[in-house]
C-alpha cells in the first residue's frame, strides 16, 4: 500500500517504524512547533471581588511580566508571537514556550488526580498542576492548584484576574497544520460562570528560542 508521508496514514506508518506506540501515532499531527493565528477571547461575568480586583489593576505595577514571571497558564498559551512546541510521549506530554522559557511537562495519566500531580512547570510552581489525557484524539488537559495571577493581561480582559481557586480544563485538537485549542476556566471567586477562551494556531519551521526575561530590561519602576 502507498501512502503520502504527510498523510495521517503516512504518520501511523511512520510512527511505528520508527517504534513509537500505536496510539500515539495516531496522534502524531499534535507534536511540532505552532505559532498563533487568532484568538477568541469572549467577555466573562464578573463576581463582585473580581469588578474590585479589575478596578484596582494598575498595568505598570501589577502585571506580572515586570517581575518576569508568567501571568497564568491562559496568558502563556495566548502569547501571539513567540512559538512554542509540543512532544509527545508514552506517558507524557512536554509543551515548551518561548515565552518566560516556560517548559511545561504533563503526566498522561487519568487514574492521577490533580491535586496529586506535580507542577507543570518547576520553575513556576503558581502556574499549578496538570494531569494530561487522551479523548481520542483531542489532548485534554485539566489543571489546578495555581496561584494567584491574571488569566488575560491584554485587550478586553485587560488585568482579569484568577484566584487560587481556579481550574483550567484544555482541550488540543490538530487537523493537519492547524492546531485549535480550547481553555475552559472555571473560578467561582471571581467569575459567575465557567467561561472558555479559543486560540488557533498553525505549524511553523521554527526554533524555540531562549526568551531569557531580565528584570532591568522588563520592570518599569521608573515610569510609575
Not at 487537523?175 to 475552559?184: A, K, N, Q
Not at 467561561?195 to 510609575?224: G, H, I, K, P, W
Request: proline letters at 8%; a negative charge.
Amino acid at each position: 500500500m502507498k501512502t503520502l508521508p504527510g498523510s495521517r496514514t503516512g504518520l501511523f506508518v511512520a510512527g511505528l517504524m520508527l517504534g513509537v506506540p500505536a496510539a500515539l501515532a495516531e496522534r502524531a499531527d499534535l507534536a511540532g512547533t505552532w505559532l498563533q493565528l487568532s484568538a477568541g477571547r469572549p467577555s466573562a461575568t464578573l463576581t463582585h471581588a473580581a469588578e474590585q480586583a479589575v478596578a484596582e489593576y494598575v498595568p505598570l505595577r501589577d502585571d506580572p511580566d515586570l517581575r518576569c514571571l508568567p501571568p497564568s497558564l491562559t496568558n502563556v498559551i495566548g502569547i501571539p508571537d513567540p512559538p512554542w512546541e509540543i512532544r509527545l510521549h508514552e506517558d507524557r506530554v512536554e509543551i515548551d514556550f518561548e515565552y518566560m522559557d516556560v517548559r511545561r511537562r504533563v503526566p498522561l495519566d487519568p487514574e492521577l488526580a490533580v491535586e496529586d500531580a506535580p507542577f507543570t512547570v518547576r520553575d513556576h510552581p503558581h502556574l499549578g498542576r496538570s494531569v494530561g489525557r487522551f479523548e481520542g484524539e483531542v489532548l485534554v488537559i485539566d489543571t489546578g492548584d495555581v496561584g494567584r495571577g491574571y488569566v488575560d493581561t491584554r485587550g478586553p480582559a485587560e488585568g482579569f484576574p484568577q484566584s487560587t481557586g481556579m481550574r483550567y480544563e484544555e482541550r488540543y485538537r490538530a487537523d493537519g497544520d492547524r492546531l485549535y485549542v480550547e481553555i475552559i476556566h472555571t473560578d467561582p471567586v471571581y467569575y459567575v460562570e465557567p467561561f472558555s477562551m479559543s486560540f488557533e494556531f498553525f505549524r511553523v519551521d521554527l526554533e524555540v528560542l531562549e526568551f531569557d526575561c531580565q528584570m532591568d530590561a522588563a520592570n518599569y519602576d521608573e515610569r510609575l
